[in-house]
């Protein structure tokens, strides 16, 4: 059984910077997808970062790139998020996710963590 957990959220000035962990149980980290997305009441999951597990090829949200990094350890089973230059609007509910496919789309992601709360402030 997959499990998925993410940790490291908190509240943060603007300009501040936060490094989301998510810690992977039960999944074969050497293949497939994995990704950090997020999401705000009333609005669809958004897809931050993505990166795939076999080569490190890693894609990212126009939003975000530049001051996102997206990494993994597939040793520990671990993947990352840090996160530089916050801005307010980066506040939201931020999951880490693992699955197959087209990495990119949330639709290739079959387990996804509870999440953790980001919140930005001006």
């Known amino acids: 059984q997959v499990k998925l957990e993410e940790s490291g959220g908190g509240s943060v000035q603007a300009g501040g910077s936060l490094r989301l962990s998510c810690a992977a149980s039960g999944y074969a980290a050497s293949s497939g997808c994995a990704g950090w997305f997020r999401q705000t009441p009333g609005k669809e999951r958004e897809r931050v970062a993505n990166i795939l597990t076999r080569d490190g090829s890693t894609g990212y949200a126009t939003s975000v790139m530049g001051r996102f990094t997206i990494s993994q350890d597939n040793a520990k089973n671990m993947l990352y998020l840090e996160m530089n230059a916050l801005k307010p609007e980066d506040t939201a509910m931020y999951y880490c996710?693992?699955?197959?496919?087209?990495?990119?789309?949330?639709?290739?992601?079959?387990?996804w963590g509870q999440g953790t709360q980001v919140t930005v402030s001006s």
């Open positions: 996710a693992v699955g197959s496919g087209w990495c990119a789309a949330a639709e290739s992601y079959s387990y």
